[in-house]
């Protein structure tokens, strides 16, 4: 990282002048690229070939960013790491979503390919883009060189323009660019040093602030198109029902509805607005057969989990001896923990708006992976991956939803059917009743303290759904090259897919938190058994961390308790070897005033969980009145590495906060007969204004390379709370959500 640079080997930079005399760089994130396919702003700019970094002969600086905007902040972030190493101003460049290609697609990441999710953006474009950054630096400087018929060594860039240092002469990037794009790809770019960073480290304005706030933004819920129509679809009244027959006659016979086709996920009423096509919608008489989850209920499938639960599973960690050492334990606590299904409740419900030209087809929508619609669509359509054009829009929240990509496919559904763009909105009711949930979990744990109150066997067994067993067959298909047979992608897609469903391979999002913490006890076992309900599951925000963290973090505080433990000594004494995870616990236990005393009635919890290559510790501050709970402090510490813009990271963790806190204390989805019984806020309620704490966070200095930001608040707040319940009151909660278990136990 210091003065580091990289070799041809290491990355790819393509120089190329058009008429217009742009520079383009095309850094592949896997280690080498090509050119892709010119968007409007090459367009603009007079030339073809076109990459993350623009310049333009009239001084513009594209910057296309490969990861989506969901408010983390990726466009403010990235245009940094890339503004940095050429020195300009971040502000200066014009920051556009890229389109899905291949060539952003990367190996080397976590994830694999265009995709934005698992708290990766940062961590795996910290390089590249930098590269990016300092190869165009270097080639600005050397055809300024040569220009003045200097030595390189005599000039450097600086603030957007190429600097002569004895004469003070001076040329903006644009008018270097022809000039640059002939020069030599440069072997090694140098990387600055942390030391002489300008941008990077500095809370910089967000860059997607203004258009947010003035409207100019162009959200997926907001894209409008010449002649386009609007669909609402009348879906399947519970899981999985099939549609027998429809009666549309009197919604036909309605003003400015054009259409009633039906479609695999139902019947699409297309309209001129979306409100005409919404009443229309009310009146499609449709008839449904129940379907083999007609009978699902969340009591009879945790009582199932329980029964399973009591049997050995799989071991995914086997320390020491973990049933000996219980057996021989001074005391033993056993307990069972559950966690409900999830929505995802983004503020933006699902949408997108399709156009299906002949053998082509454009789609605008708010999607965390372009790859994956783009292949999703292709699968669908049967169509090249050239003729499908996927535009990226911003996004009202994602948090794993917009990850699965079936709302975009059912716009393309709909929209075969018409020779115009249909814009397809779901509701709220939709948007919940018909989401990929976070799995419903419960867990056995059994635990065991000898006679000097240290903690000497823990067992965790998880019963829960494999979410890569739903989504691999998908993912498989995304990441395989475009060249693949059809025929192939499925049968490796179904064969990944059995393999976790069966748990011969380990989902490694279900033991997550629970099979890889780091204290160091001598005797540990996690078992986990796969079960497969049929309900449909996906990434939510932590994924497992989420679940897991809760778990692991408030069964040791049962133990602390049970050894007459500090549960934060007894903490800090686990993590003796792990400098990372301890640092975090004790600034946090430190900022909070760990074992300060609090009125009556309140109490302090701890928690601290890794994720996402980040390190989180939380202190809640709580206090209870009857059947209520109040959360009036959360204090955080968070390791992130390198910290590329702190207000950002801030932001990041108090929006999880939230975010958790919301789960914690109130939500859950619970199905009767198959259909979830929330479906608007007033059931599956966010955390109010008024309910939310004080929150205070503290950023460790570090000079690691940047880990995850955008989910790692909130694994450690969940257990943090009810462990300041528990310190409160006495009273341990071991499910989710806590507010209605606290004010049924108080009732």
């Not at 969901?70 to 190493?85: D, I, K």
């Not at 019963?463 to 990441?479: E, M, P, R, Y």
């Not at 809760?550 to 549960?567: C, I, K, N």
């Not at 302090?604 to 709970?629: D, L, M, P």
């Amino acid at each position: 990282m210091s003065g580091a640079g990289a070799s041809r080997r290491a990355f790819l930079v393509r120089a190329s002048a058009s008429a217009g005399g742009a520079l383009v760089l095309s850094l592949g994130a896997a280690g080498c690229g090509q050119g892709r396919p010119a968007t409007a702003a090459n367009r603009r700019a007079g030339f073809s070939p076109s990459a993350w970094l623009t310049i333009t002969p009239d001084d513009q600086i594209f910057f296309y960013l490969d990861r989506v905007e969901m408010g983390q902040g990726t466009m403010t972030s990235h245009a940094a790491l890339v503004a940095e190493e050429l020195e300009v101003d971040p502000a200066r460049l014009r920051v556009e979503h890229a389109p899905a290609d291949r060539r952003y697609d990367n190996p080397a990441e976590d994830l694999g390919f265009q995709i934005t999710g698992g708290s990766t953006s940062v961590r795996t474009s910290w390089q590249p883009l930098r590269l990016a950054g300092a190869c165009a630096r270097e080639m600005l400087v050397a055809a300024a060189a040569e220009k003045w018929r200097a030595p390189a060594g005599e000039c450097r860039a600086e603030g957007g323009a190429v600097v002569h240092g004895p004469s003070g002469r001076r040329e903006r990037y644009g008018a270097l660019a022809a000039l640059a794009a002939r020069q030599p790809v440069p072997d090694r770019p140098r990387l600055k040093d942390p030391r002489e960073f300008r941008y990077i480290g500095r809370a910089l304005p967000r860059l997607d602030a203004r258009a947010k706030v003035d409207g100019s933004g162009v959200y997926g819920i907001d894209v409008k198109r010449p002649g386009m129509l609007s669909a609402v679809v009348l879906r399947a009244p519970s899981l999985g029902a099939k549609l027998e027959g429809f009666d549309a006659a009197e919604a036909r016979a309605q003003p400015g509805v054009v259409g009633v086709v039906r479609v695999s996920t139902g019947v699409a009423v297309v309209a001129q607005s979306h409100w005409r096509a919404q009443r229309a919608a009310a009146l499609v008489r449709a008839r449904w057969s129940p379907g083999p989850l007609g009978g699902l209920d969340s009591d009879r499938l945790r009582a199932q989990y329980r029964e399973r639960a009591r049997s050995p599973a799989k071991a995914v960690r086997d320390d020491g001896d973990a049933a000996s050492a219980l057996a021989r334990g001074a005391k033993a606590v056993e307990a069972f923990y559950e966690v409900p299904y999830l929505a995802h409740a983004t503020m933006e419900p699902m949408n997108c708006t399709a156009h299906v030209r002949g053998r082509s087809v454009e789609v605008w929508a708010p999607t965390q992976s372009p790859g994956l619609l783009r292949e999703a669509v292709r699968k669908l359509t049967g169509f090249d991956e050239e003729a499908i054009d996927v535009h990226t829009t911003l996004l009202g929240g994602g948090f794993g939803r917009r990850l699965a990509q079936d709302y975009a496919v059912e716009a393309v559904e709909v929209a075969r059917h018409f020779d115009a763009p249909v814009k397809v909105v779901w509701s709220r009711e939709d948007d919940t009743r018909h989401d990929f949930y976070r799995p419903l979990t419960v867990n056995l744990l059994r635990g065991a303290v000898d006679a000097r109150g240290e903690v000497s066997a823990w067992l965790h067994r998880i019963v829960a759904q494999s979410i890569v067993s739903q989504v691999g067959k998908d993912w498989v298909a995304a990441i395989a090259p475009g060249g693949v047979p059809q025929s192939l992608k499925a049968l490796l897609g179904r064969g990944a897919s059995g393999l976790y469903g069966k748990n011969v391979l380990t989902d490694p999002s279900s033991v997550e938190a629970a099979s890889d913490f780091a204290y160091a006890l001598p005797n540990v076992r996690v078992e986990y058994a796969a079960v497969e309900p049929g309900v449909p599951v996906g990434f939510w925000r932590a994924v497992g961390n989420s679940e897991n963290g809760f778990v692991v973090e408030s069964f040791l505080d049962e133990l602390a308790h049970a050894g007459r433990q500090d549960p934060y000594e007894l903490r800090r004494a686990l993590l003796a070897g792990a400098p990372r995870h301890r640092a975090v616990l004790e600034l946090a236990a430190r900022k909070a005033g760990w074992g300060s005393p609090l009125p009556r009635g309140s109490g302090r919890g701890i928690a601290q969980v890794k994720s996402f290559g980040s390190y989180c510790a939380q202190v809640v501050e709580a206090s209870v009145e009857g059947g209520r709970v109040k959360v009036d402090r959360v204090v955080c510490a968070i390791d992130c590495g390198l910290v590329v813009n702190p207000d950002i990271v801030r932001a990041q963790v108090e929006g999880a906060v939230a975010f958790g806190l919301s789960a914690a204390l109130h939500q859950q989805i619970t199905f009767r007969a198959g259909l979830a019984a929330e479906g608007n806020f007033h059931q599956y309620p966010l955390l109010r204004m008024n309910e939310m704490p004080r929150v205070d966070v503290h950023l460790v200095d570090s000079r690691e390379p940047p880990s995850g930001v955008g989910e790692v608040g909130l694994p450690p707040v969940a257990p943090a709370l009810a462990n300041a319940i528990f310190a409160a009151t006495g009273r341990r909660l071991r499910s989710l959500p806590l507010a209605p278990a606290l004010a049924r136990e108080a009732g």
